[in-house]
């Protein structure tokens, strides 16, 4: 037990460190400034709630938005996905069109899991998925919309199966 809490608090922390500094370690590291992340309460000391955001792809349906979403990372985290929901409003194969969360089995990143993968490896993959092929032209909710404060409070259990 104690080894995986070190290592959920040590990958947390590099986490946080990135998603703190921002677009400044996007461009080392990526290049892609269209992505941000950091803790959503600057008490929250498990490292648990991460507001996000990503900036919808050029030449897309998202084009000149802004898209808002939560990461929860939970007490199995990193060894099981978080739990991601977008707050704007956005029409997305792999997003639940009635409450904004991210369905685990139509997003390979989440699909696949690996522990080793961060909330900015999450981030940069529902941007790309924005850019595939069945969601770029895909029509959009106005702008500015989000789901219903009671559709992002709802309690979802997860199974996982490795």
């Known amino acids: 037990f104690f ?19 921002g677009s400044e370690m996007c461009i ?3 290049g892609d400034t269209d992505i941000s992340y950091g803790l959503a309460k600057a008490d929250d000391t498990t490292f648990t709630d991460w507001a996000c955001t990503i ?3 050029q030449g897309t349906a998202f084009d000149n938005r802004i898209y808002f979403l939560t990461i929860k990372c939970g007490e199995k985290y990193p060894m099981e996905p978080p739990l991601i929901k977008f707050t704007s409003k956005i029409n997305m194969n792999c ?10 089995a139509k997003l390979d990143i989440l699909k696949h899991w690996n522990h080793d993968y ?4 999450i981030l940069m ?11 770029k032209k895909l ?6 919309t989000n789901f219903q404060e009671e559709q992002l409070n709802i309690t979802i259990s997860v199974s996982y199966t490795h």
Not at 95 to 104: D, F, Y
Not at 139 to 144: A, E, K, L, V
């Open 3 to 21: 080894v995986v809490f070190f290592f959920f608090k040590q990958k947390t922390a590099y986490e946080l460190q990135r998603g703190l500094v």
């Open 28 to 30: 080392r590291d990526r």
């Open 55 to 57: 900036l919808g792809p």
């Open 95 to 104: 997003v639940n069109k009635s409450n904004g969360l991210v369905e685990t």
């Open 118 to 121: 961060t909330l900015q490896n």
């Open 125 to 135: 993959a529902l941007k790309k998925e924005m850019e595939s092929s069945a969601n």
């Open 139 to 144: 029509p959009q909710p106005p702008d500015g």
